[in-house]
């Protein structure tokens, strides 16, 4: 099976590992955008599994992959909220950091150091695939997607986060991130492996799941929050697919 890790991009998420979560850190972008991710993975699950969000462990029952689980900022809060996590990372020291964290917080969750490719090779597979801010960091797009549908049960829900490619986005998450906010180190992204919403929806088609949903993440600077719109995809958006066959 092709592994389509690269590891120059492993070495600038290696290189931070110790500020997973330190919210005014490296990673303060992704603590910002947190609450409006779990918003849309949520509700994604909730409507395709039937689920009360009222209950106090909606999603119990329900395995979970987080891929690229850094630090495990996603892994925790679906944890809490049932799911038996299971959360891998192709960047070794992120494992241990993200280990520590959980058992301090009295969470199970088994964290790995391994790639998507490894996993479904293993055959293992799980009820939902979170694969969040991963698909612009590897190299064969096609190849990972491809991993991530052998990795889901049929019935099973994918949820995908990118960035767009255009000026806007150059301006905001290369410039505006990395150069001018100094939010996250410079070089963090390369503008050039960001994908459109449409080349995005065509590679998981090709890799066998059915888009049915897409949405943009757009930061407000007078709130200086992030919020879902079902509009401005111009910039972050994030997409939930199904498998909807065994093939």
Known sequence: MTNTVDPAEVAKFEAMAAEWWNPAGK??????????????????????????????????????????????????????????????????RNIPVARLHAERAGLDIDYRHTTAEELAAAGEEFDVVLNMEVVEHVSDPLAYLTACRQLLKPGGLMICSTLNRNPKSYLMAIIGAEHVMRWLPKGTHDWTKFITPDELFDLIRQAGLDPVDRKGMVFSPLGWSWGLSARDLSCNYVTASIKRSAA
Request: net charge negative; with cysteine.
């Open 27 to 92: 990673f303060k972008p992704l603590h910002m955008l947190n609450p409006c991710r779990l918003d849309y993975i949520t509700s994604q699950i909730s409507a395709e599994f039937d689920r009360d969000l009222a209950h106090p462990a909606p999603f119990a029952g329900l395995r979970l992959l987080d891929i690229g689980c850094g630090g495990g900022l996603l892994s925790e809060p679906m944890a809490r909220l049932g799911t038996r996590v299971v959360g891998a990372d192709a960047a070794p």
